[in-house]
């Protein structure tokens, strides 16, 4: 597959790769535990594993998803092994996903990560992953911004995403066996993302605006709140909930 083949699939890759050649591996990132290297074993990880759970869905013998486990070996290559590992396996995850484009129903349900998703899911989860993981690397940017702006990152964080992005964070707030937390992201012009959580679970979907905000927000900065980031000028969200509320919500929204 050549390279214009890989950024047809994938086309959030080459500002992604640009970002991580304009640091060194050392260096520390808005991911707070991670440096830029920690990163890049993660996405070889991510695209390892997306396309060996589609690539066997295609051939008709289904596998279950690994844990992050599966970085290990990344995080153990030298800096020049897991560069060339890392752009493998997107080459290889860029394959399998037009293989699959080409040959199966974008509605046929493949597993993954104990729920159910579609083909389209696996290309533009990676996607996804590479605009989060850039801005892990270069903040509020031109290039990070106009990427988390665009509508369907937050659809799929939303809907193909989804409530693994509040587990983290409910389990973290004592709510009580009656306890019960609900939140409304909002952007203008768009629906809002509601997120609850109780003892029994939590649940994020779209919604049409209903009364107050907990918290509103240009769309790219709704994203990075959802997956438990935050923009780095804090002017561009607004709230009136009052601190109690707001504290909760944001400890909802911890990401993974």
Sequence with gaps: MNQAQIDDVLPELAPFVHA???RRPDDGTW?????VRDVLAHQTGNAEELARVLAAFHSGSPVETRGFDREAPFRAMSDAELWTA???????LAEVAAAAAQDLSPDAEVMWTGRTVSVPFFAEHMREELILHRWDLTGDDRTARQALDEPWMT???VVSVGRP???KGRTKLDLGPEGRIEGRLRTPGADDIVVTADAGGSSVRLAAPDGPATIESDPAAR????WGRRPADPSRW???AGPDVL??????????
Excluded: N
């Design 238 to 240: 607004h709230s009136s």
């Design 31 to 35: 991911c707070e535990a991670w440096t």
């Design 223 to 226: 994203v990075l709140l959802l």
């Design 86 to 92: 890392f752009r493998d396996r997107c080459e290889r």
């Design 165 to 167: 992005l509040l587990e």
């Design 247 to 256: 504290r909760r919500v944001r400890a909802l929204l911890s990401g993974y």
């Design 155 to 157: 659809e799929h964080s």
């Design 20 to 22: 991580v050649q304009g």
